[in-house]
């Protein structure tokens, strides 16, 4: 067994409390390559500020857990290099089983998350806490998850959505022993996290997507004050970026994200953790796409993934800084 603490890494418990009390969120940004760590940690380094490098299960059978370990044990060390030790978490993205948290929890991971949302409450309830169980043992915070979020990302699918219920947090935090939860107002998976007729369209024709749910979020606060919330599906799905993917050949028609204002709005509340995969996506498909459009010759991948890297790093410091207020919190 690998302990978290042997890499360098911390679990969530000291960083969520210092975020609730602070007013801003932690960012999660899932990672599935060495271009897209290096942009995370330089950008959190010189932003100087804390982060959850998150994995997916799709991610880590793509990369191997063996690696994905020994790249958080670099990403810290790397930090080191940079110039400043930022608190650095490992954490697993929608864990669908105890058998993975165990895995992840015994190979390293400071933080699991598992998604019983598609479970009866009583379910999700038993599996929640069996997970908090057998992770407290070794200091590993846990994320559950109370609500269902639509759209698609990596193993995560759903048609519908399913706000989650106020009534149901303090039992389910009381019962289980969860470190900090999962909830749904109207985040989504995807780069198409909202249908057309759901959103609005500004003169320039752009979609505007309805707002998230406050009410509820504020509703769930007052049922938990203080405890740590977690929002999922949260990439604003940059226009520029989906307008550059298609200038270069793409297509990704209905594209629509989080607006980024609701984002720092949320990160100034009990959520303390924001989590931004698909807006990464879109950066360096984004790069990548324009480099191998202007330069047909190219085939060296440096020179394609390394402009890449740097629109990466560009949008987490634009994220660290103006939308999750995380900037200067390590």
Known sequence: MTNYKDLGLVNTRDMFAKA???????PAYNFNNLEQLQAIIQACVETKSPVILQVSSGARKYANSNLLRNMARG???YAHELGYDIPVVLHLDHGDSFELCKDCIENGFSSVMIDGS???YDENVALTKKVCEYAHQYDVTVEGELGVLAGVEDDVSSEVSHYTMPDEVEDFVKKTGVDSLAISIG????RTKFTPEQCTKNADGVLIPPPLRFDIL???EKRIPGFPIVLHGSSSV?????KMIEQYGGSLPNSVGIPEEQLRKAAK???CKINIDSDGRLAMTAAIRKVLSEK???FDPRKYLGPARDELKKLYSHKNTNVLGSAGQA
């Open 75 to 77: 990403a810290v060390e």
């Open 269 to 271: 509340s009990a959520v």
């Open 20 to 26: 609730v009390k602070g007013g801003y969120a932690i």
């Open 296 to 298: 047909p010759e190219e």
């Open 118 to 120: 598609h479970l009866s």
């Open 218 to 220: 504020e509703e769930i």
């Open 187 to 190: 985040t989504s998976h995807g």
């Open 238 to 242: 940059p226009i520029e970026y989906v």
